[in-house]
């Protein structure tokens, strides 16, 4: 176990190669790699629901990727949440945080993409076949449970 500082989990494997580790040795050695960054939570106090505008749809449809339709998310019934103005919060609309996470669990497809060397999307792509969330993905899930808010997931993430 270790840390490393890289933007995803798909970029913890180029960047170790990149360190002259052994493609295959550290591909057959490899368990998985976890991903995380810190959020913002949104105050739970008096947080709202909402349904999102089509912009604000078509922004969150987007950084969630093709496979939103295969992960259950309906764009139709769709329902968001934002912070208010409160005194538990002082006025932020946030309180506390949460993690996002990325694990990349090796399998199969991702040790074979590791061994041949692939790049940063190959790797991410084989990682996603396997069941994959993405940081993107798991901030925005987070945003449908009403922890955080689309404009911090954003931030947080990179759009």
Same mark, same amino acid.
């Given at each position: 176990?270790?840390?490393?500082?890289?933007?995803?989990?798909?970029?913890?494997?180029?960047?170790?190669?990149?360190?002259?580790?052994?493609?295959?040795?550290?591909?057959?050695?490899?368990?998985?790699?976890?991903?995380?960054?810190?959020?913002?939570?949104?105050?739970?106090?008096?947080?709202?629901?909402?349904?999102?505008?089509?912009?604000?749809?078509?922004?969150?449809?987007?950084?969630?990727?093709?496979?939103?339709?295969?992960?259950?998310? $309906?764009? /139709?019934?769709? !329902?968001?949440?934002? *912070?208010?103005?409160? =005194?538990?919060?002082?006025?932020? %609309?946030? @309180?506390?945080?949460?993690?996002?996470?990325?694990?990349?669990?090796?399998? $199969?497809? /991702?040790?074979? !993409?590791?061994?041949? *060397?692939?790049?940063? =999307?190959?790797?991410?792509?084989? %990682?996603? @076949?396997?069941?994959?969330?993405?940081?993107?993905?798991?901030?925005?899930?987070?945003?449908?449970?009403?922890?955080?808010?689309?404009?911090?997931?954003?931030?947080?993430?990179?759009?």
């Amino acid at each position: 176990m270790s840390t490393l500082h890289t933007n995803s989990a798909p970029e913890t494997v180029t960047r170790l190669i990149d360190m002259d580790l052994d493609p295959f040795t550290f591909a057959d050695a490899l368990l998985g790699i976890l991903a995380q960054r810190l959020g913002r939570r949104l105050c739970g106090e008096y947080k709202v629901p909402y349904e999102p505008d089509e912009a604000e749809l078509e922004t969150f449809l987007r950084l969630y990727g093709p496979q939103w339709e295969e992960d259950g998310i $309906d764009p /139709v019934n769709m !329902t968001l949440f934002q *912070g208010t103005v409160c =005194e538990v919060c002082n006025g932020s %609309g946030y @309180k506390d945080r949460v993690g996002l996470h990325e694990l990349l669990v090796n399998d $199969d497809e /991702v040790r074979r !993409t590791i061994q041949k *060397g692939g790049a940063v =999307e190959e790797i991410r792509d084989a %990682g996603i @076949k396997g069941g994959m969330r993405t940081l993107m993905q798991d901030g925005l899930m987070k945003c449908l449970q009403g922890v955080t808010d689309l404009r911090n997931v954003q931030a947080v993430c990179g759009s």
